[in-house]
């Protein structure tokens, strides 16, 4: 069982910047399909971006903004959030796949306010 823990969260002003990470409890050197999504509060989950086959993409929203990144050697997914706004407040959950199957981990809440 692939077991994936989030990290980096918390409080931050507008404009501020945090950085989060996925730690996945094994090698993530053949996964080619990883992402960070978020979820607010009475609304659906969302890509924020996503490495697929090691090419980048990133929702709409957030471009520009932030950044996803792997690290093989670490077993290690980042996402570098700069320019914070108050609609970026969510809970960030990581997800990769492997052999077809998704794994989730349990998120990190991020908090954009003043």
């Known amino acids: 069982q692939v077991q994936l823990v989030e990290s980096g969260g918390g409080l931050v002003r507008p404009g501020g910047s945090l950085g989060l990470s996925c730690l996945v409890s094994?090698?993530?050197?053949?996964?080619?399909?990883m992402g960070w999504y978020r979820q607010a509060p009475g609304k659906q989950r969302e890509l924020v971006a996503a490495i697929t086959l090691g090419v980048t993409n990133y929702a709409d929203s957030v471009k520009g903004r932030f950044t996803i990144s792997r690290d093989n050697a670490k077993n290690t997914v980042y996402l570098q959030m700069n320019s914070l706004e108050p609609e970026d407040t969510a809970v960030y959950l990581c997800k990769i796949i492997k052999y077809g199957r998704s794994y989730w981990g349990q998120g990190t809440q991020v908090t954009v306010s003043s």
């Open positions: 094994e090698s993530i050197f053949s996964m080619n399909v």
